[in-house]
């Protein structure tokens, strides 16, 4: 061994004891389980909360759309066939450039 390696062994040893010195020091406290269930409840109740909102505000998109769906079909039948063909001809023309514009800046994520 060189006296470099020596060195650092020296230095490593005091690393160790100055480790162990902090760790004989320093008190350790683990939580009860009972603060790990509360944590473990109130994050599967967040979940809920923000599934029941979102739940809600599809409901409420899904019922708003239809309702004017319904709407521009009993007012005027041919402009509830241009809603339609401007719907079903502009949303895979939107499709198309946003994934072209993805792919131009790397791929597809």
Do not use: C, W
């Not at 040893?13 to 389980?33: G, Y």
């Amino acid at each position: 061994m060189t006296k470099n390696d020596n060195k650092d062994d020296a230095i490593l040893q005091k690393m160790r004891e100055s480790l162990d010195s902090i760790d004989k020091k320093l008190e350790v406290k683990t939580p009860d389980m009972a603060y790990f269930r509360k944590m473990v409840a109130d994050g599967a109740e967040k979940k809920q909360k923000h599934k029941r909102k979102e739940t809600l505000v599809f409901v409420a998109a899904a019922v708003s759309i239809l309702t004017l769906e319904i709407y521009t079909f009993n007012l005027s039948m041919i402009f509830f066939a241009i809603v339609q063909g401007v719907a079903l001809l502009s949303l895979p023309a939107l499709l198309f450039i946003l994934f072209r514009q993805r792919n131009r800046q790397g791929g597809v994520r």
